[in-house]
């Protein structure tokens, strides 16, 4: 069973950063993809960004692009996301996830394991 814990998020102004984290407690693929997911109150979960675990090939939603970064440490199990010029419109809770395959993917009904989730709000 592979645990995930998020950490940092928390209350930004809009046009401020946040950096995201995302440990993996084991190694239980050889190779995967990990991804940011997040979700509104009364919204679905939708895909934010997702990385191969070589850490070439990354992807990202369009809402997000040219604000949001993903990267990994393969050798820490440890996804990150930096979140720059944060609007209104990104709050949400943010929930990272694995899946046990090279291939990316943007449906969260396509990842194996899931962290608990961390609330990030953007003030006006």
């Known amino acids: 069973q592979v645990q995930l814990v998020e950490s940092g998020g928390g209350l930004v102004q809009a046009g401020g950063s946040l950096r995201l984290s995302c440990a993996a407690s084991v190694r239980t693929f050889a190779n995967y993809a990990m991804g940011w997911f997040r979700q509104a109150p009364g919204k679905e979960r939708e895909f934010v960004a997702a990385i191969i675990w070589s850490g070439v090939r990354t992807y990202y939603a369009d809402s997000v692009k040219g604000r949001f970064t993903i990267s990994m440490d393969n050798a820490k199990i440890t996804a990150y996301l930096q979140m720059n010029s944060l609007k209104p419109e990104d709050t949400a809770v943010y929930y990272c996830?694995?899946?046990?395959?090279?291939?990316?993917?943007?449906?969260?009904?396509?990842?194996?394991?899931w962290g608990q989730g961390t609330q990030v709000t953007v003030s006006s």
């Open positions: 996830a694995v899946r046990g395959s090279s291939w990316y993917s943007s449906k969260w009904n396509e990842y194996d394991y």
